[in-house]
């Protein structure tokens, strides 16, 4: 059975390249220079699975061809590329479609390849050919297993003070606002967390607020509905404002209902208190990925030590994935990933006050502070988890660990300047 083609409407050097990786993973990368090519590509081919659009140098152009994709009865999912200063254009023209996304500039050829394979996997449908020549679609057929499902990543380290809440916050936000990712962030720590007053949220439902009215009501509530909305678009979660009222928390339902979730989104961020209580482990058994935050202190490191023996037990050691916060601090990336044990999947440098300052504002820093040299460490981070997603770490056996390979990462635009 054939599969499925990718339309790219990038400049040549970048199709050149674009294309060679979408050849390697099997699939017909077609150049597209216009409107009227991709219009003539449609009328013959029912095979198109994904078109790679280029809206930054050419606005206007990649809106009409994102029309061709959508109209009729057409429903093929884009891939804009673009700067980070045109996703305000982006958003104001009103246009999104749940299965579009975006991917911004500067990139490499194989992150992009990754994005797209993922869309590729969750939109492929059975295609053959008539008598005529013309690729047809059969009857769609859904996605199978988890492919379809959001993301549980996870946010943890058994100390605290690493800058866990900070990387959630920031990532979250800059996977919805950059990314066109629909993101739910879960405050799992009912005894410091403080996810809501950092984004300037007041008097939001908790979880437990709401599970103990349902005793009363029977009305169940999903997550999605209880979570309360940020401007800048991410759903937040607020498990209990106070550790005195988490009794109602069940571990399971707790769990059952996060993994529900990823019905509805394409991320859930879930920030956890530093201890492995059962509420932790049962998330930890349902998690794709776990961010662990280290600084680059002897504590921190230990703890992260600690965490990985305690994953081996816990069976999930091959979801981890350290994330170097101040990584400028003067200890070498590698030292660390020796200590450890653990490949570094990101660094995130110092920022002096930038997150203090947002967080003051009730902003993430992404929004307050986009500019600054953090929000592409941030950024790197975000691209690595999506070139990855869709792939099934926890169920597969194959995480972080697995596809950046156990030792040091070889990859020069992770370092930080």
């Keep these: 059975m054939p599969r499925t083609a990718v339309a790219i409407a990038l400049p040549p050097a970048e199709f050149a390249a674009m294309g060679a990786r979408i050849a390697e993973a099997g699939y017909e990368p077609i150049e597209i220079r216009s409107a009227e090519d991709l219009a003539a590509l449609l009328n013959q081919r029912r095979d198109i699975g994904v078109a790679v659009l280029d809206a930054e140098s050419d606005f206007d152009r990649a809106l009409e061809m994102y029309s061709l994709l959508h109209d009729e009865d057409r429903n093929i999912p884009a891939l804009m590329v673009v700067a980070a200063r045109v996703l305000d254009r982006m958003r104001l023209v009103g246009k999104a479609r749940v299965n ?138 607020v498990m209990a404002e106070s550790p005195l009222h988490s009794e109602i928390l069940e571990p399971k339902r707790v769990a059952e209902a ?10 859930v961020i879930v920030d956890m208190h530093p201890d492995y209580g059962p509420l932790n482990q049962v998330i930890f058994e349902r998690a794709d990925r776990i961010i662990v935050p280290v600084t680059p202190d002897v504590p921190a490191i230990r703890a992260a030590v600690q965490l990985r023996e305690v994953a081996v037990e816990l069976q999930i050691g091959e979801r981890l994935a350290m994330v170097v916060n101040r990584a400028n601090s003067g200890v070498s990336v590698a030292d660390m990933e020796r200590a450890v044990g653990m490949p570094a999947l990101a660094e995130i440098r110092s920022a ?27 950024e790197t981070l975000c691209d690595r988890m999506m070139a990855t997603r869709g792939f099934g770490a926890a169920k597969s056996g194959q995480g972080f660990m697995g596809i950046f390979g156990g030792g040091r990462n070889t990859n020069p635009t992770m370092r930080a300047s």
């Design 100 to 237: 579009d996304e975006y991917f911004t500039r500067p990139y490499s050829a194989e992150s992009l390849r990754w994005r797209v394979e993922a869309m590729l996997i969750r939109a492929e449908i059975p295609i053959e050919e008539t008598e005529s020549g013309i690729m047809r679609s059969e009857s769609p057929t859904e996605p199978s297993g988890d492919l379809q499902r959001g993301q549980i990543v996870i946010v943890f380290n058994p100390k605290g003070g690493v800058g866990k809440t900070t990387i959630a916050v920031n990532v979250a936000a800059l996977l919805q606002i950059r990314k066109g990712q629909q993101v739910l962030l879960v405050d799992c720590d009912t005894v410091t967390g403080h996810i809501a007053s950092s984004l300037g949220m007041e008097n939001v439902r908790t979880v437990a607020d709401v599970w103990t009215e349902d005793l009363n009501t029977g009305v169940a509530e999903s997550f999605a509905e209880i979570a309360a909305r940020h401007e800048n678009g991410v759903s937040v979660l």
């Design 258 to 267: 996060i993994t529900t979730a990823c019905r509805v989104y394409d991320w």
């Design 352 to 378: 002096g006050m930038t997150f203090v300052r947002a967080a003051n504002e009730g902003h993430s820093a992404v929004e307050r502070f986009p500019k600054e040299k953090v929000i592409d460490d941030i």
